[in-house]
């Protein structure tokens, strides 16, 4: 994927927070990188087979997400109507 799209899909992230993050993942091998030297100027992005081995874990993230967002949205109402400053 090209930065742009990366974005576009992530919604509010900023493009400094992206950047950093995706070198991020690209030094840990989670990704690669393929600058292409032309006007303007193009930039892929594509996961690479040690990220994809992290697949079955956000796979049961998404899963436990999905049977226990009621729970935890209970308890973020719980602790907004408890009159306590909410987190930053």
């Known amino acids: 994927m090209r930065f742009n799209e990366l974005r576009e899909r992530l919604g509010t992230i900023t493009a400094k927070t992206l950047t950093e993050r995706l070198r991020q993942l690209e030094r840990d091998g ?3 990188r393929t600058h292409y030297p032309q006007v303007p100027p193009r930039v892929d992005y594509e ?3 040690l990220g994809l081995s992290l697949s079955p874990l956000f796979r049961s993230m998404v899963e ?3 049977d226990n967002m009621p729970l935890v949205r209970s308890a973020q109402r719980q602790y907004d109507d408890s009159g306590r400053p909410r987190p930053s």
């Open 64 to 66: 436990w997400s999905n």
């Open 30 to 32: 989670l990704l690669t």
């Open 47 to 49: 996961i690479t087979d």
